[in-house]
């Protein structure tokens, strides 16, 4: 997502915490990301576009996404000649080439794989579940 449309939805989350706290806009802005993270447990717009498609990869790896969206994230296991990595051991996905700058990254079959793969080896285990205390 590109960085003007991420502060747009920030400003919209900010004032959100604004109307939900009962706080004006010049008294309390300082301590409004203490109060959106801690009270309200709200996380900043990229947090949160990377949260979104943790848990998209999480269910596309899980098979519950149509197939098009499992198409786009492909396990590097199962490609051959990654197959005997050690990239292979860790749950990695694998990132497709892009051409184009600006959009080619933020695809999802681009963008995806790439945050799954930034994620710490413990939370990509496939045998974490949602149910799980450690899970997110």
Known sequence: MPKCLTDKLQRVLNAAARVVSGTKKFDFDSGLTHLRHAQLHWLDSPDRVSYK???????????????????????????????????????????????????????????APAIWDSLPDGLRDPALSFEDDNFF
Do not use: E
């Open 53 to 111: 498609i943790t848990t998209m990869v999480y269910r596309c790896i899980h098979g519950q996404t149509p197939q098009y969206l499992v198409d786009c994230c492909t396990p590097v296991t199962d490609l051959a000649t990654r197959r005997h990595l050690r990239s292979a051991r860790r749950h990695l996905l694998a990132v497709q080439r892009y051409r184009l700058y600006t959009y080619g990254r933020r695809a999802f079959s681009v963008a």
